[in-house]
């Protein structure tokens, strides 16, 4: 299936198109060339092209794409015409950050649960979910069909925390803890390193000194 | 120039090798396959070998690479060699927690100042940093050579602190809000949508449910 062969590239591209489609759809835009989508999220139209491509044709040569039906395409494709349910472990800053972080809940991802050991944290809530104990996990999470978990707890604790995930039954993971973890095969892990993102900033800035 | 064509996918890829090795380096690894390293992160031995052929020659066939050596090496591509200073605006939740998150230390990211528009917050203090208002930005930028800004503000918000970045004589912006910016050209600019994140799970969730 070609499907199978899509490079993650084009997959976060389109969540970025998407966002961008959102945006002008709320303020009445209608139709959108690939060089308008291009200039409005900085690629180029070759690119924009090519990533719609791998899905069919949405476009009419000469015209463009109606800017409500291409996001709507790309919102299936993503997984996103429906929502899905979310934990957190970890009620420390990065965790209180993720449970109030607004792109998650516009995107169709709902906050169920957020998880800590620390006791005295514990019965407290953060945007009005309460914080529950690691060992209330499994049951919570089968509970509410949880389908996602996400890792906020420093490096040390993350692969038992990964562990009580996979034990729980959820299907995926994102992992903020900068540490490499691993669960079953059957589970998809992705690794958040908010670090990386400076340091592709810093590659770049290096490059771009030495062309001056 | 060949490290010009490098995909930024090489980038990310380097980053999260450098941080295995680092890991194998503190346990006192000393040499290592690429079979080795594409396990630690989760990749292919073709991929590993591909992403540092890039910069060169680094390994001696059969024997595999220096641990701390190629370490060293990408450590110096990403530009890591230095101290780099970041500012954070946004003293919320997620401006919280970047100001403590640890990887950011350990990987050569000071954070140098925090600020806010928020009076009831201004000259409290974030992990030992104190709040500064917006006004402050260019001076404090320039006092202390800032290169980095990183926005963790309100979507509203992002683009008039992008401007005040760009005014301060900032090299390069990360921007952490759910909204598209724009930057003079000569500033580097890196967008990073968290949800982005949880969309590339439920795409592969969704691509592996077609599969059963």
Redesign the interface.
Known sequence: ?K??KI???T??RL??YS??LT?LDKKGVSSISSGEIAE???GSPAQVRKDLAYFGEFGTRGVGYNVKDLNQHIVR????NRN?K?IIVGA???G???T?????K??G?EITGIFDNDLNKVGLAVNGIPISPINKLKEIVQDNKV??GIIAV??PYAQDVADAMAESGI??I?NFA???ISVPPDL?????????????????????K?KN
């Open positions: 299936m499907t199978l490079p993650e590239a997959i976060i969540s970025v966002r961008y945006q409005g999220v900085g494709i993503l997984g996103l899905w979310v420390g800053n990065l209180s950050a993720l109030q972080y607004k792109g998650f516009e995107r991802f389908d996602i420093p490096a299907k995926a994102l900068p540490v490499v998809e892990l992705r690794n958040v390193d908010l670090a990386v993102n400076l340091e592709i900033l810093t590659f770049n800035l290096e490059l771009h030495d």
